[in-house]
Structures are given as structure tokens and as C-alpha cells.
């Protein structure tokens, strides 16, 4: 989709909610996770995409796909690239380079239950790398700063989300 595309699209959605509020509030696609062999899992959606996760030689796994956490890093940097592309459709801006990188740190202690150690990102750093030939920095900013207030995914991250774990034995 061209930059007027999205913004066209945008429009719509945003009129179409503002018109119909009660239409805001839906379920997200489910995410289907299987085992497949080994720690390699693959993970559909309703539309059939899908991502393979494996671990690292180190913890038995065979290395044959990204971790789950480093999807997590990538869901979060994808998401930021995204809000801040739909911002920049918005307003016009011409953006020329997009480019989020997304780190972390964590203690491998609480994946393997050593120690009263928790397990997961002890915290998550986000860099953004942005080029819009002509736009002034401000504006860039403002941007940036629109696309980490609505930010799905981001959101999350930084908040706790109520979590339900149910279990069926086949």
C-alpha cells in the first residue's frame, strides 16, 4: 500500500469507530502454538501465517528458528515501525528509513528454575532510527513519542495484562 493508502484506510477505520464505538472492542486473531519436534514450535493464525520459534543449542534446542523472546523483541519493534509508519501516512510525512531495534537482558536462571531468580526481560530498550529528508527533528519526535502512546504491543509490554491460563488434557 502507498503512504495514501494507509492514511485513506486509517480514515475510514477512524470515522467508521467514531460513528460506531461499540465496533472498537474485538478479539484478536488467536495464535495457535504447536510443539513440533524438539523445543521447535510453530505458531499459525486464523489467515495461516506463521512463525517458528526454536532454542539455542545451550538449553537443547537446535537453533532452527528465532526464540520466543526474540519474537517478542521483534513484535514490539514491528509494532513501533508500524504506528509510527501509519502516524507519518496521517500526516504526511515521507518517511525514507524506519528502523526500530529492540534489546533486552535477561538472567537464564529464571528460564531454568535456578534461584529465586524471575524468568523474562529484566528490562527492554527501544532505539529508533529514523530519516525524512526536510521534516524537521521535532516533528520526528512527535512522532515517534504518538507511536509509543498507541502502540499495541508496547502496551503490553508496559503493562500488566490481565493473563488466563486454562488447561486441556486430550
Known amino acids: 500500500m502507498t503512504t495514501r493508502d494507509i492514511a485513506g484506510a486509517i480514515d475510514a477505520a477512524t470515522a467508521h469507530l467514531r460513528a460506531h464505538p461499540e465496533d472498537g472492542r474485538v478479539a484478536d486473531r488467536t495464535a495457535t502454538v504447536v510443539l513440533e519436534e524438539g523445543l521447535r514450535c510453530r505458531a499459525t493464525d486464523p489467515m495461516g501465517h506463521a512463525i517458528v520459534t526454536d532454542m539455542p543449542a545451550e538449553v537443547g534446542g537446535a ?9 517478542l523483541r521483534a513484535a514490539i519493534g514491528s509494532c513501533a515501525a508500524t504506528l509510527v509508519a501509519m502516524g507519518a501516512a496521517q500526516e504526511g510525512i515521507p518517511l525514507a528509513r524506519v528502523e526500530v531495534v529492540v534489546a533486552s537482558e535477561s538472567d ?5 528454575g535456578v534461584g529465586e531468580v524471575a524468568p523474562g526481560p529484566l528490562e527492554v530498550r527501544v ?3 529514523l530519516s525524512a529528508p526536510g521534516v524537521p527533528a521535532e516533528r520526528l519526535h512527535a512522532l515517534v513519542d504518538w507511536a509509543e502512546r498507541h502502540a499495541p504491543v508496547t502496551a503490553a509490554a508496559r503493562h500488566q495484562v490481565p493473563l488466563t491460563v486454562e488447561v486441556d488434557l486430550a
Open 63 to 71: 537453533d532452527t528458528g528465532p526464540t520466543p523472546g526474540t519474537v
Open 108 to 112: 537464564h536462571r529464571g528460564l531454568l
Open 127 to 129: 532505539r529508533y532510527r
